[in-house]
C-alpha cells in the first residue's frame, strides 16, 4: 500500500514525463524552418483526426433510430459548423455536444 506521500511523488513524476512529451516536439523544433514533413503533418492531421471521430462515432450504429439519429445529428453538426466558420475546435466541440445531446435525448 503506498502512502500519500509516495502516491504523490507518483503523481508528480507521471506529470513532468508527460509534460515532457507534449513539449519536447516544440523544443526541438525551434529555430528550424519548416520541414516537408511537419507541414505535411500539419495540413493532414485535422483531416485525420475528423475521420478517427467519424469511425468511432459509427462503430455501435445499429438500425434503431436511438443509435443512428445521434450520429447522424453530430456528424451533421460537426460539417455544418466547420463549413460556417471554419474552425476545427468548434467544429470538434460543438459536433461532439450535439450528438451527446441527442444521445441522452433518444437513449
Known amino acids: 500500500m503506498l502512502t500519500n506521500f509516495q ?3 507518483a503523481v508528480a513524476v507521471v506529470a513532468a514525463i508527460t509534460y515532457a512529451c507534449r513539449i519536447a516536439p516544440f523544443a526541438l523544433l ?4 519548416r520541414m516537408p514533413l511537419v507541414s505535411f503533418l500539419g495540413d493532414a492531421m485535422p483531416l485525420g483526426v475528423m475521420i478517427v471521430l467519424v469511425a468511432y462515432t459509427l462503430d455501435d450504429v445499429t438500425m434503431a433510430p436511438a443509435t443512428w439519429l445521434p ?5 451533421g453538426a460537426t460539417a455544418g459548423l466547420h463549413l460556417w466558420r471554419r474552425a476545427l475546435g468548434l467544429s470538434l466541440i460543438g459536433g461532439t455536444a ?10
Open 7 to 9: 502516491l504523490a511523488v
Open 98 to 107: 450535439v450528438y451527446v445531446a441527442a444521445s441522452l435525448l433518444l437513449g
Open 30 to 33: 525551434r529555430g528550424r524552418g
Open 71 to 75: 450520429a447522424l445529428a453530430g456528424i
